[in-house]
């Protein structure tokens, strides 16, 4: 494989773009936006400044990454090449079944379609094209260049040959794989959505306030993140839209979304990347405030 093209350039795939880029495969980025690609390219420079600043990687590394990336807003011309596309679009089903059906008319019929959907069946996104058996997911963790991990999700009809190749090139590009079948939530966001959920219900109880829920699983569990600034870090509205993913694959009363994240996403407070959430954040500050709603 020398061709990725990546669909989508907010957080999820302009990380995405940054790894296989830096790890010499030629890129495509597409997006719907120009201002969105345009914004994922300074993202992926800051992120290899940074890399630089830690001595992780060296100014030739740093240059030859962002020459193995091209944009495009035009999804047909973007993928014409690929070996390997991975769509990170938003965590919406029917946009993801509308991409998946134009990949199958646009790319060349070799060409390996993946999601990083983090909940979504991959044999219901196979099923929107005809070639079930090379349709995988690639689950990838936040933040990309950083976490190890990626899920390799086989659908229902994903054939050995496929999951084999997504294995060995997560690993070409500095990734440790592990192979889940494809059960809704598949294992991290099963395990981890119902933990964030029970905090939120821990602090809509008035069990306990957002800093002291956080610092419990943080000295308690030895967790890096609590799972409140998790939430905010995720996005809300991902947590909700995975945990409803969730609720409805299974029909178990257990996955049914805390009110209080409902409300916070039906009012805009979606964590990190709205400014408010459980917490409240500053460009250029690292301080953790906790947002007012919560004091």
Do not use: W
């Not at 646009?106 to 069946?121: D, E, K, M, R, V």
């Not at 990838?140 to 999700?153: S, Y």
């Not at 829920?213 to 991902?238: S, Y």
């Amino acid at each position: 494989m020398k061709n990725i093209a990546v669909i989508g350039s907010g957080q999820m795939g302009n990380g995405i773009a940054h790894v296989f880029a830096q790890n010499g495969f030629n890129v495509t980025l597409i997006d719907v936006a120009q201002e969105a690609l345009e914004k994922a390219l300074k993202t992926i420079g800051s992120n290899l400044d940074r890399q630089l600043a830690k001595q992780l990687i060296t100014e030739e590394i740093k240059s030859n990454t962002l020459k193995n990336i091209t944009i495009t807003t035009s999804i047909q011309q973007g993928v014409a090449n690929a070996d390997l596309v991975v769509e990170a679009a938003t965590e919406r089903i029917d946009l993801k079944l509308k991409i998946f059906s134009d990949l199958d008319g646009f790319t060349n019929p070799n060409c390996i379609l993946a999601s990083n959907t983090s909940s979504i069946s991959i044999t219901r996104i196979a099923a929107a094209t005809k070639r079930g058996d090379k349709v995988i997911g690639m689950h990838f963790m936040n933040p990309v260049p950083i976490m190890k991990l990626v899920e390799v999700i086989r659908g229902y009809s994903t054939s050995d040959a496929t999951t084999q190749t997504i294995i060995e090139l997560a690993k070409t590009i500095g990734k440790s794989p592990v192979e889940v079948n494809d059960y809704p939530g598949f294992v991290a966001n099963r395990i981890l959505m119902p933990m964030i959920n029970e905090a939120i219900y821990t602090l809509f109880e008035g069990v306990a306030g957002v800093t002291e829920i956080d610092t419990v699983m943080k000295l308690g569990m030895a967790h890096p993140m609590g799972p409140l600034q998790l939430a905010d870090f995720i996005g809300l509205d991902t947590c909700l839209s995975i945990l409803r993913v969730l609720h409805d694959g299974f029909g178990n009363p257990k996955y049914a979304p805390c009110p209080l994240l409902v409300n916070m996403v039906t009012s805009g407070n979606l964590g990190a990347k709205t400014g408010s959430g459980f917490y409240k954040y500053t460009a250029g500050s690292k301080d953790l405030v906790v947002a007012d709603n919560f004091k």
